[in-house]
C-alpha cells in the first residue's frame, strides 16, 4: 500500500528528470499528500503537461464519489480483471511525481508503529504508475481523479510492508504514457518492484501520522 507521499522539490528540479514535460512554475513543496489531496499527475493525453488531479480514483460508472477513498491504490496483479480499474488500465494510465514516500512499521514491544521515508538513493523525484478517471458530477462538474498502481515489494521494501507502489523507470514513460490503447499483456511487464538497490529509507517523526502535518519536518531523521 501507498497512502502518504512526498513532492518537495522545485520545478527546475523536476523539469531536470522529466526534461520533456512542461512544469508549471509555482510549486508548492509537499511534504505529507494524503488521500483526497491534488496530487502532481501527467495523464496519457498527449500534452506532457504536469497536471492536479484527486488522489483516489472514482470510476465513470461512480453513482457517488466517495469510493474514491477506498481507491488509492490498484492491486497491479488484478488490474485487467476489476471493474473498477480495467478501462483505465488499457486507455487512461499516468505518471504521478514523488520524491518519496512513507510506510509505518510496527516494532516488538512496541504499540506504536514508527513512520519511515522512503527514497531512491539518488534523492531524484520519480514517478509512480498510476490511472486516472474523469466522473461527471451531477451538477455538470468533473472530477479528475488517480490512483497508485502497488505490486510486491522488493527485499527493502519487504522489511516494511508486503507492498510496495510501482515505481516507473524512465525507459517506460514513453509506453506508458501511450495515448494509444494497450493491452494488458503489453503493459504487464512494467508491473514490477523497482531495484531495493537504488532505494533507501530511515524513521521519522510521528508529526506524519496527521495529513495536516505538510511540513519539512517530517521528512527528517528520528532522533
Known sequence: MCGRFTLTVDADTIHDAFPWLDVPA?????????????????????????????????????KDPSIGNKLINARGETLAEKPSFRSAYKRRRCLILADGFYEWVRQPGQKAKTPHYIQLESKEPFAFAGLWEIWHAPDGSEVYSTTIITTEPNDLIAKLHNRMPVILPPAAYEQWLDPAEQPADKLQPLIRPYPAAEMMHYPVSPLVNSPFNDVPETIQPAA
Not at 31 to 59: E, R
Request: hydrophobic share 45%.
Open 26 to 62: 509555482n510549486l508548492t513543496p509537499r511534504y505529507n499528500i494524503a488521500p483526497t489531496q491534488p496530487v502532481a499527475v501527467v495523464p496519457n493525453n498527449g500534452k506532457n503537461h504536469l497536471d492536479a488531479f484527486v488522489w483516489g480514483l472514482i470510476p465513470t460508472w461512480a
